[in-house]
């Protein structure tokens, strides 16, 4: 299963169907990135580096044993959830976690008494130090005959292809997970004890037909991701004030430089670009134009050959470099997995991406495209209560540009 993120005609975290074998005798690589992400956790602490997904299902809830079933059934596809980063500060390397337990990572997530939504509340769910930094969090759905399910990770164990290609092979419709003894459903079972939540996070969503992101992208020609930014510019042109829409606003955008052959299921490997939102234009039409172009041609080569020939000593500010919000507003991604999702007969009819936010940058947002439903995702401080209007301004957007680019 290969992956590809960026712009363009490629653009997005995207996955694809083709199948694949467990991982075995596949290319392996250094761990520089991923070190410098443990690096950068340690010295900021409260900042967002955990990443994820949430996938809401139909159907009924599976129980802790069954979801553990399922991760020890998909480890010769992800044997990277039963491995760590262990060794000295800034030199840890990868290895298998001898006391590795599916059930240690399964999680029972109950909101009584949490006025938050549900899905705020989750991204603000941290993961163990102590083992490999993943969870599975199950979670009553909005009505009774729906649920949710999260996966989160930390940015040192997976950056978003990783997590997107984990989440495509966990919840793979074409892939049963063979039937557990008796326990299998409405029995109950023992939830692993989760980490102390945090409570510095907002999470704003808004959910759109995936037919209406497509449709604007075939009739302008433009990728996915192009229509993404552009309705998020013209947002962003609504959103702030006057005298700060004068000028481009500049966000950083990662994409993924993995090789066809490298492990999918693990670690870091991303290059980035930093994009100027033209929020000075006033023609939705013209503001889609200016972003095709500067897509048009994307560093992911010269990304590549850096991150190769990177030494140690610049394995910080070669981190540095993205993490800090110096020079641009925020930071903007899409993921896209393609192919049905289910779990035991449960469909997967919708899903969220829980995005890292870096402090220092206002915000961070995705577009999650799965089936036939689109979410765009706004992460940010909670002081910031204000970035809680980007979602209902982003669809609002994108319907005009729908009515610019009339197919």
């Not at 109950?110 to 991204?123: F, M, N, W, Y």
């Not at 999470?203 to 009739?219: D, F, H, I």
């Not at 850096?306 to 981190?319: E, G, Q, R, S």
């Amino acid at each position: 299963m290969t992956q590809q993120i960026g712009l363009g005609e490629n653009s997005g975290v995207q996955v694809s169907e083709r199948r694949t074998e467990p991982v075995d005798n596949i290319r392996e690589f250094t761990s520089i990135q991923d070190r410098g992400m443990l690096e950068w956790a340690r010295r900021r602490p409260d900042d967002g580096v955990v990443i994820g997904v949430a996938l809401r299902l139909r159907g009924a809830q599976p129980t802790p044993e069954r979801l553990a079933d399922l991760v020890t059934t998909r480890l010769p596809w992800l044997p990277a959830l039963a491995e760590c980063l262990r060794g000295p500060d800034r030199e840890e390397c990868w290895h298998p976690d001898g006391g590795f337990q599916a059930a240690r990572h399964v999680y029972r997530l109950e909101a009584q008494g949490d006025r938050r939504p549900l899905l705020e509340v989750i991204t603000n769910q941290p993961v163990w130090e102590d083992q490999p930094r993943w969870g599975l969090w199950l979670m009553d759905g909005e009505r009774p005959d729906e649920y949710w399910l999260a996966y989160r990770v930390h940015h040192a164990a997976q950056d978003g292809a990783a997590a997107a290609h984990t989440v495509r092979r966990l919840f793979d419709a074409r892939t049963p997970v063979p039937a557990s003894p008796e326990r299998d459903r409405g029995v109950g079972g023992h939830w692993a004890a989760a980490p102390d939540p945090v409570d510095g996070r907002l999470l704003a969503t808004a959910e759109v037909s995936a037919e209406a992101v497509r449709a604007v992208s075939r009739a302008s020609g433009a990728s996915l991701n192009d229509v993404y930014l552009t309705a998020l510019t013209g947002a962003l042109r609504a959103w702030l004030p006057a005298p700060d829409r004068g000028l481009p606003v500049p966000v950083r955008v990662p994409f993924n430089v993995r090789l066809r052959g490298e492990r999918a299921d693990r670690g870091n490997r991303f290059g980035y670009a930093r994009l100027l939102l033209p929020v000075e234009e006033p023609s939705a039409a013209k503001r889609l134009a200016a972003i095709v172009e500067q897509t048009r041609l994307w560093p992911r080569d010269r990304n590549r050959r850096l991150l190769d020939a990177l030494p140690d000593a610049m394995l910080l500010p070669h981190i540095a470099t993205f993490l800090s919000p110096q020079d641009a507003l925020a930071t903007v991604t899409m993921l896209q997995i393609p192919g049905p999702l289910a779990l035991d007969g449960s469909p997967v009819t919708g899903g969220v991406a829980l995005p890292p936010l870096v402090s220092g940058y206002l915000f961070s947002s995705v577009l999650f495209l799965h089936g036939t439903r689109a979410t765009v995702s706004f992460t940010a401080e909670k002081g910031h209560e204000h970035v809680r209007d980007l979602p209902r301004l982003w669809v609002r957007e994108l319907t005009a540009l729908a009515h610019a680019t009339p197919a």
